[in-house]
C-alpha cells in the first residue's frame, strides 16, 4: 500500500511523505498531528497490550482534540454472506483465534495473482478497551457506506450485498 501510495505521490504531488515503520515502536514524532487514519493496521496486533501500545503511541503523536480514524474488518462480520468477489476481495475465517479475535485470511483479487493475508478481525470490545486505554474519547463506529459517486458510478444494486453484510467498518475517536 505504502509502495502505491508513493507512486500515486510522485504522479499527482500533496505533500505527503509516506514512512514504514512498526506502530508499536512509533516514536514522538517532531510534531503533533490534527488527523491519522488507519487502515488494517491495529488487527496485527498480536495480542491486547501490543494493540493498547499502538493506541499510545498514535494517540501521543496527536494534538489534543485530533481525530483518529481506524478502517478494519468489522468486528462482528457474518462470513456467511453473499461473495464479495465482485468488489474485488474476499474474506474467510480461518478457525484459529488469539486474544484479540479471531483471525481472518483477506484475499485482494488481483491480475495477474490474487495476494492473500492472514490478519485477526480484533473483538469490539477490545477495540474499544484499547484506544479508551491510551487515552482516546468519543469512540464512535461508523457503518460502512457507498458514496454518491459510486452509487452513479456502479448503481445502488451493485452495493446491496456489501452494504447488507458490510466486512468493514469504521471507527472514529478522539484524542
Known amino acids: 500500500m505504502i509502495s502505491a501510495a508513493r507512486v500515486s505521490e510522485q504522479r499527482d504531488p500533496?505533500?505527503?511523505r509516506y514512512e514504514v515503520g512498526d506502530?508499536?515502536?512509533l516514536p514522538s514524532l517532531d510534531r503533533r498531528f490534527d488527523i491519522a487514519v488507519e487502515a488494517q493496521c491495529l488487527n496485527y496486533a498480536e495480542d491486547i497490550a501490543t494493540m493498547e501500545r499502538m493506541c499510545r503511541n498514535i494517540h501521543r503523536?496527536?494534538?489534543p482534540g485530533g481525530?483518529?480514524?481506524v478502517l478494519a474488518q468489522k468486528p462482528d462480520c457474518g462470513f456467511d454472506?453473499?461473495?464479495l468477489d465482485k468488489y474485488g476481495f474476499r474474506?474467510?475465517?480461518?478457525g484459529e483465534e488469539i486474544e484479540t479475535g479471531p483471525r481472518v485470511r483477506i484475499t485482494a483479487l488481483l491480475d495477474p495473482q490474487p495476494i492473500s493475508i492472514v490478519t485477526t478481525a480484533p473483538r469490539r470490545e477490545v477495540f474499544e478497551k484499547c484506544l479508551r486505554a491510551a487515552g482516546f474519547g468519543e469512540v464512535t463506529w461508523v457503518p460502512l457506506e457507498a458514496s454518491d459517486a459510486g452509487?452513479?458510478?456502479f448503481g445502488a444494486d451493485f452495493w446491496a450485498d456489501v452494504l447488507a453484510n458490510p466486512?468493514?467498518?469504521m471507527l472514529r475517536c478522539r484524542a
Not at 91 to 94: D, F, K, N, V
Open 151 to 153: 452509487v452513479r458510478t
Open 167 to 169: 466486512p468493514l467498518e
Open 67 to 69: 481525530e483518529f480514524f
Open 23 to 25: 506502530v508499536a515502536e
Open 81 to 83: 454472506c453473499p461473495s
Open 61 to 63: 503523536n496527536l494534538v
Open 91 to 94: 474474506c474467510e475465517p480461518t
Open 14 to 16: 500533496t505533500g505527503v
